[in-house]
């Protein structure tokens, strides 16, 4: 059973921008925290933006801060991450992932996981 979809990967120039979404087929209690993780070639997998179902507090990563808003539609159980000023370096498989406890960042705090969708960003 698919629970999380990811859409709205594709290829940008840099200094482009791109709307990832994930809908969530799964109970309320399960996505408390709904979040974003990307991977490039050879590296770990890193935290990018998480959000609070309840409350809408979010959360971000070093790397993304300043450039990215993650945002939801709980009535859609979907969540959005908007990536601005894309940079090269941005280039990897986006993960949504959901998580039954709040303000989780860590990837071991998210029991379900999205098929990824690829961004890359051209130079």
């Known amino acids: 059973q698919v629970h999380l979809v990811e859409s709205g990967g594709g290829l940008v120039q840099a200094g482009g921008s791109l709307r990832l979404s994930c809908v969530a087929s799964?109970?309320?209690?399960?996505?408390?925290?709904m979040g974003w993780f990307r991977q490039a070639p050879g590296k770990e997998r890193e935290f990018v933006a998480g959000?609070?179902?309840?409350?809408?507090?979010?959360n971000y990563g070093d790397s993304v801060k300043g450039r990215c808003t993650i945002s939801r539609d709980n009535a859609k159980s979907t969540v959005y991450l908007q990536m601005n000023s894309l940079k090269p370096e941005d280039t990897a498989v986006y993960f949504c992932?959901?998580?039954?406890?709040?303000?989780?960042?860590?990837?071991?705090?998210?029991?379900?996981w999205g098929q990824g969708t690829q961004v890359t960003v051209s130079s």
């Open positions: 992932a959901a998580a039954d406890v709040f303000g989780a960042t860590m990837q071991y705090e998210y029991t379900y």
């Open positions: 959000i609070n179902r309840s409350t809408g507090r979010t």
């Open positions: 799964l109970r309320t209690s399960s996505r408390n925290t």
